[in-house]
């Protein structure tokens, strides 16, 4: 598969914030609500089609499911179909999960927090029963999908995403991890990794794709990912060690960007690597 440098990703980016600035939407944009059982309450769903969807298309769409709607699922929307457009990606669909209880969503079942002066389970385990039982189910009904759903996390939301590739690895075909951040001073990475482990080692449907990365010590200030590079290095050597071969795995540490920037660049090149549809490689 083709891979772009952070310089072609930094000039693509800015190509791609300079049309978006100057020509219409390239998707349409619909917005959901699903009474969930798992959650017991309403989660909302953003829902950005391709700009040409067709819902009788024989070979259907994929479907990236993003943590922490807003501004991401709408870039990474809008760079699906930047892609598609200069033939490196077939189009798809992008769904952005509203935040409900986003701390304590995130949170894995097996950690608490404490809220109102009393401890809470998390209730990472309820989130992504209602993404397998509820929301893909909706998506599939709902949308002509083909199968290929890849599932995106930035920060705690990376955090959730290791935690979701411990519980239930073939879920989804890819998991693009991006700058996760897992707090309290390693002790919740340090389970969700001893998790993560254990499941590597069982025999069960895992994805075709993982996709790791982070900031680096280039850039400093507030935003610097420099405080999540040890977890990144823990994290990043359990998966070499255990994954099946037939899971493809990229890791990097971009050095010059922040929290924010790593985001940008790192969708842009976890979209080629998992849809290029060019034969060449590297």
Do not use: C
């Amino acid at each position: 598969m083709q891979k772009l440098s952070v310089s072609v990703l930094t000039t693509t980016l800015f190509y791609m914030a300079f049309t978006v600035a100057v020509t219409p939407p390239a998707t349409a944009q619909e917005e959901f609500s699903i009474q969930s059982e798992n959650t017991q309450d309403t989660r909302e769903i953003i829902v950005h089609l391709p700009k040409n969807y067709d819902p009788d298309r024989d070979e259907g769409y994929p479907v990236i499911y993003m943590l922490d709607a807003g501004s991401k699922d709408k870039l990474t929307a809008e760079m699906a179909s930047y892609y598609h457009w200069g033939d490196l990606m077939p189009e798809v669909i992008v769904i952005g999960l509203k935040n409900v209880r986003r701390g304590l969503d995130f949170l894995p079942h097996y950690h608490s927090a404490e809220i109102d002066g009393e401890q809470v389970s998390g209730n990472g385990d309820k989130l992504l029963a209602y993404i397998e039982n509820e929301l893909i189910p909706f998506a599939n009904n709902r949308f002509n999908t083909n199968g290929d759903d890849v599932f995106a996390g930035h920060s705690w939301g990376g955090q959730y995403l290791t935690y979701a590739l411990s519980q239930s690895p073939g879920l989804f075909d890819a998991y693009f991890i991006t700058s996760p951040a897992f707090g309290d001073a390693g002790k919740w990475s340090r389970i969700t990794f001893d998790a993560l482990e254990q499941a590597l080692k069982q025999d069960q449907d895992f994805p075709d794709l993982v996709y790791l990365s982070t900031g680096g010590d280039g850039s400093p200030g507030p935003l610097s990912d420099s405080g999540l590079l040890p977890d990144y290095y823990r994290l990043a050597a359990l998966l070499r060690r255990h994954l099946p071969e037939q899971v493809e795995f990229h890791h990097e540490v971009h050095d010059s960007a922040n929290h924010t920037s790593n985001g940008a660049i790192s969708i842009a090149k976890a979209l080629q690597l998992h849809f290029a549809t060019s034969p060449e490689s590297e």
